[in-house]
């Protein structure tokens, strides 16, 4: 597990002091069902997005997810922060070689960090 320190928590931001030394601060928008990060107050890498498809019940698929530093344990954070907010289920789709319109199929790193999420339970296991 990655070695990553909370160190301020407000309503829609938390700070985050990884493995060396900076503090990288998630920015969740309510708006968008997104998260973002920066680092000094500036946006870093891309976004964790997720989409509510469902009309009854808090479960949200994630359709992005880019940390803009691999392997520092942002991914997991971000998953947290989110469920932490949401109380919401966070699903993903299975690594089938199609392309989504809304972004949701997994390349690079993704299927080991959706997998490597969903034995640690923050994401939704397969039941498809």
Known sequence: MANIK????????RDYQIYDGRIITLVFDEWDNSITFSENGNKIGDEFKFIDYSERE?????ARMFSPIE????????LKFFIDITGAI????KNDGQVRKD???????????????????????YNY
């Open 58 to 62: 808090e479960r949200y698929l994630l």
């Open 103 to 125: 972004g949701s199929n997994l390349t690079g790193n993704a299927p080991f960090f959706v997998g490597k999420m969903q034995e640690e339970g923050l994401i939704e296991k």
């Open 90 to 93: 966070i699903y993903a789709q």
């Open 71 to 78: 392997r520092a344990g942002l991914g997991r954070e971000a």
């Open 6 to 13: 909370l160190v301020a928590d407000r309503e829609f931001e």
